[in-house]
């Protein structure tokens, strides 16, 4: 083997391994874990609020962005095992200046489980 060859092949994998490491920075659990968060709220045991930050590719005011933030609120009850159901959300505001906000999020929804269908008895 020559040192072209042994060239060409190194060079090969570092390509390939470029390219999968493109992959896992543009994945979508990867920007829901760096941008969103899901907890209960403090305040309402039956609603959660979903935090996210706005995004080159997820602005606060474009449908494409909001299509992308509740992927990411569905990845999350997904992962949970949550609102089989489906859910609602309840409210979506900005965070403002005085709201405690300690990961500097941009917005703020409030989300409830939709109740589970009663079951018709025949």
């Known amino acids: 083997m020559d040192w072209k060859t042994l060239y060409m092949g190194v060079l090969l994998a570092f390509v390939l391994n470029l390219g999968g490491c493109k992959d896992l920075h543009q994945s979508v659990d990867l920007d829901r874990h760096k941008y969103s968060n899901l907890r ?9 609020v979903f935090e996210a930050k706005a995004t080159l590719e997820a602005p606060v005011d474009s449908e494409s962005g909001e299509a992308i933030r509740m992927q990411w609120l569905e990845g999350w009850l997904a992962q949970r095992g949550q609102c089989g159901n489906g859910y609602e959300v309840i409210e979506r505001r900005p965070y403002q200046r005085n709201d405690a906000n300690p990961y500097g999020f941009d917005l703020r929804y409030e989300v409830r489980c939709k109740a589970t269908p009663a079951s018709s008895a025949d």
Do not use: E
Request: glycine share 0%; no cysteine; aromatic share 0%.
């Open 40 to 48: 209960t709220s403090m305040n309402k045991s039956d609603v959660m």
